[in-house]
């Protein structure tokens, strides 16, 4: 379950960056996507709400170290929606 | 006690030495104590005022902690960002100190507090969201907040960073070396460096003697240069104390000159303000307009930069730098990926150095608003650069060095040489001397360079003020 | 363990080294013959006319034009931007080198007592603090300065800017063994702007600024020091002030006063003073670059009037 939505947020990443070579690791970070910074970042995140039908609070998004906890946090969010 | 002066490093050599003969469990109530003797040492009242920020906030801050109703943390939360900014605003701005008869240049507590009230701020708020998971009592509180080598001029510090590092036990040794070499370096970049070329640009950046032309760019440089090696070198007797203490600080700094674009200026410039300034202002204004979609970064970025000009001072000249620094950014914001496109067009090494020269143009020009002392000199000079009819002099000798040099003898253009020259060495090798001054092994060839620089080129005669002082 | 070795060896090095770079300056600063102290102290001058005070003596007095009239040998031993405190530095170590003169002629104008000229340039003197009147001297007068001249080397870093160029040219003076011309009189002549643009602007500026005089008791001081010296060895002394602008009096507030107290000690020690303000050079602005400092032409002219003097 978990992978499946890996891959899906990696698609996001790919089209919202208009790179298909982006490859998400659990320990990717900003640093290590050209586009991706605090600029992009809130941008992302709302293209990420808006395909999950989620929603981030601020705390949420401030809390994210790396990849690992935005999945886990949509993972976590989407179980509690069933 | 200016990190530049002589008392400094004596004070400093005593309280190592007794941090290093104290056992671990006593350590932190002794840096407590040194700190509060940098605070107070010229004037008791700066202990006063700041024991008193020191207990409104840690009682707010646990108030807030063990307080579950939503509302009322929030209404907490409030209480202390509005009190805080409030005496941020009667000492620095309205400065009530000196309707006391205090000179506000001599009461500690005032040349700190545009740096710890921030700092306060960060904890208030981290406590309210619960991302502060450390335990903490007053003492800890304490230390963090009046830690001596970050109080006058930062690096601002978030709680997480900081708080874990007092009670945990930390190998000194290397530590020491660290620190020691890396006050060296800070303060080569200042006395040696900063200050030697603070004369030649004051001097022409006063109206009657603002040069034309090259002459008047290369001055929007090398003020861009001073400020850097200034706070930098501040920067790193700051980070450099604090090792020898054992603790890691933030970087300040990561190489900003290099930078390709301003966006990157700004994550490698004052970092400490501008993580501060992304984290709980940035993200809080895009978040609230996220709805807006595009407009949502460039009003962020706005408010953003322009609550950075106010922290910085009140006055024009701060709000063109504001200004300036947010319609870059915008401006970068919408060019992105049309300029990552251009960039894989032109081979990778002149794109980066063109992109350099660009970047380090543009933060040169908007760093004459933050030099200018008043905006028609700002105005004069940037009038000045863009002349293009005789924008490259004549006569280079008598049009650039001279000029700069303040005089034509012969002794004030070798010195203008020296400094050019080891100013560029530092520069064009700072990362080499980064990684050697980061390395615990001592490097005594290195360090012996650095005492040389010192004494032949330092200023002692009359030591300029930090140029952050000011903030 | 070898670690610290390590470091004992490095502290002692870097002790070493910085004093040996101390020594080179001494000995380098020493050889430079443009600087006037060196000079003085290097070379045998034996003058029989000596004369002391700041840029005015320093740009108006022509020695060779005292020579023609009064047959003595002549030194200028006037510098830019000093004072009474350096010259008695300056003529204490002419002493040690030279005889004695048999004239002393003291530049003595009420611009010479301000207190806004208490600016000490010990930096002047930084390879002579061996010399026990100079570092007494320094000492009283420029803590801040002396108190860091114990470490080594620390003499040149306080003002380092200062020293480093000069050092170098020392060097090729030691090396060329040629004899600059620099200090050969130790007289440097402002030369007249002529037909440079904007001449007349330079006047109107400076005749602008006011000028309230305070009397310094520290100038006083090192006057009284000079004219002990003098005076014990029988060197006559003269005061004398030369022609200022006239028409920029109605500004200097509070110069009669300061003249006053100069006639005061002149007369106490015996000591003629004389003052130029009436000659007719003092009329014309064009012979000025500020009130108080002719061009070369007009003071030449000036020379003769005092040579003529001195003769009697």
Redesign the interface.
Same mark, same amino acid.
Do not use: G, P
């Given at each position: 379950m978990r992978d499946e939505l890996f891959i899906q947020v990696q698609t996001i990443f790919r089209d919202f960056f208009?790179n298909q070579e982006i490859e998400l690791t659990d320990t990717t970070t900003t640093e290590d996507i050209? %586009?991706w910074?605090? &600029?992009?970042h %809130?941008?992302l995140m709302?293209e990420i709400e808006n395909n999950y039908a989620i929603h981030f609070t %601020? /705390?949420e998004? &401030? /809390?994210f170290k790396n990849v690992r906890d935005m999945v886990d946090c949509i993972d976590q969010k989407l179980y509690s929606k069933k | 006690m200016p990190f530049n002066s002589i008392s400094y490093i004596l004070f400093f050599s005593l309280v190592v030495t007794i941090y290093y003969l104290l056992n671990q469990n006593y350590r932190k109530h002794f840096l407590l104590l040194s700190s509060l003797f940098f605070v107070g040492y010229k004037n008791i009242e700066s202990i006063y005022l700041l024991l008193a920020t020191i207990l409104f906030t840690y009682y707010l801050a646990k108030k807030i902690g063990s307080t579950i109703d939503i509302k009322k943390r929030k209404y907490l939360l409030r209480l202390g960002v509005f009190i805080s900014i409030s005496t941020l605003f009667l000492f620095k701005y309205i400065d009530i100190p000196a309707s006391f008869g205090f000179d506000s240049n001599n009461l500690i507590f005032t040349l700190g507090i545009s740096f710890y009230t921030l700092q306060n701020i960060s904890f208030l708020l981290e406590v309210h969201s619960n991302r502060l998971k450390t335990e903490y009592n007053l003492i800890d509180f304490s230390v963090y907040s009046t830690f001596f080598p970050k109080f006058i001029m930062g690096p601002i510090t978030i709680p997480q960073d900081f708080l874990p590092q007092i009670n945990s036990d930390k190998p000194l040794s290397s530590n020491l070396t660290i620190g020691i070499q890396r006050i060296l370096l800070g303060l080569v970049k200042k006395i040696a460096i900063a200050d030697s070329l603070a004369e030649y640009v004051k001097f022409n950046f006063e109206k009657n003697h603002t040069p034309v032309g090259f002459t008047a760019l290369l001055i929007s440089y090398l003020f861009t240069i001073q400020l850097y090696f200034d706070f930098s070198g501040y920067s790193d007797i700051a980070l450099g104390s604090a090792k020898a203490l054992g603790f890691d600080l933030k970087e300040n700094f990561n190489f900003p000159l290099r930078s390709k674009s301003i966006t990157e200026f700004w994550r490698k410039w004052h970092i400490s303000l501008t993580s501060w300034l992304t984290k709980y202002v940035f993200y809080t204004v895009s978040y609230r307009f996220r709805k807006l979609k595009k407009a949502a970064i460039p009003i962020a970025l706005l408010v953003t930069f322009l609550l950075s000009g106010i922290w910085h001072g009140v006055g024009i000249c701060f709000f063109i730098y504001a200004i300036s620094h947010s319609l870059y950014m915008i401006i970068e914001y919408f060019t992105k990926s049309s300029r990552l496109e251009i960039s894989t067009k032109i081979p990778t090494k002149i794109h980066t150095l063109l992109s350099i020269f660009i970047t380090f143009n543009l933060v040169s020009l908007s760093f004459v608003f933050f030099r200018a002392t008043s905006i028609n000199n700002a105005f004069h000079l940037i009038k000045n650069v863009f002349s293009f009819k005789n924008f490259l002099p004549t006569n280079w000798k008598i049009d650039v060095f001279e000029h700069i040099a303040i005089t034509s003898d012969q002794f004030a253009l070798f010195n203008l040489f020296l400094l050019i020259i080891t100013l560029s060495l530092f520069l064009l090798f700072e990362k080499k001397i980064y990684s050697i001054i980061i390395n615990p092994k001592t490097n005594y060839i290195f360090i012996f360079i650095l005492i040389l620089i010192l004494m032949i080129m330092g200023t002692y005669s009359n030591p300029e003020q930090f140029i952050y002082n000011r903030f | 363990m070898k670690k610290s070795y390590k470091l004992l060896l490095f502290l002692c090095f870097t002790l070493m080294f910085f004093i040996g770079l101390e020594k080179f300056y001494d000995f380098f600063l020493k050889e430079n013959m443009n600087i006037k102290s060196s000079y003085i102290s290097k070379n045998k001058i034996n003058a029989k006319i000596i004369i002391l005070g700041s840029c005015g003596p320093f740009a108006t007095i022509s020695p060779k034009e005292i020579e023609k009239y009064t047959h003595l040998k002549t030194y200028n031993l006037a510098e830019d931007h000093v004072n009474i405190l350096e010259n008695y530095l300056s003529y204490s170590l002419y002493l040690e080198n030279n005889k004695s003169p048999e004239y002393l002629i003291i530049y003595t104008s009420p611009e010479t007592f301000d207190e806004r000229d208490n600016v000490l340039h010990s930096f002047h003197f930084s390879q002579f603090l061996d010399n026990p009147i100079i570092c007494k001297t320094l000492k009283e007068e420029n803590p801040n300065y002396y108190r860091w001249t114990f470490i080594p080397f620390m003499k040149y870093a306080y003002y380092n800017s200062k020293f480093n160029f000069n050092v170098i040219q020392g060097i090729k003076h030691y090396i060329k063994k040629k004899p600059t011309t620099l200090q050969l009189t130790g007289y440097s002549p402002i030369i007249s702007p002529g037909t440079i643009e904007g001449k007349n602007k330079i006047h109107r500026i400076t005749y602008k600024f006011e000028k309230k005089y305070k009397w310094s008791k520290i100038q006083e001081k090192y006057l009284l020091k000079i004219i002990k010296l003098a005076q014990s060895q029988n060197t006559k002394i003269i005061f004398y002030e030369s022609p200022h602008y006239v028409k920029s009096n109605f500004n200097f507030i509070k110069r009669a006063e300061m003249q006053k107290k100069t006639k005061k000690i002149a007369a106490n020690f015996g000591i003629d003073y004389l003052i130029f303000d009436t000659m007719k050079l003092s009329l014309d602005k064009n012979n000025f670059l500020y009130a108080t400092a002719m061009y070369e032409e007009p003071s030449i002219q000036f020379t003769k009037v005092l040579s003529t003097y001195i003769k009697k």
């Open positions: 208009r050209a %586009l910074d605090s &600029l992009t %809130l941008e709302n %601020l /705390d998004i &401030l /809390d | - | -």
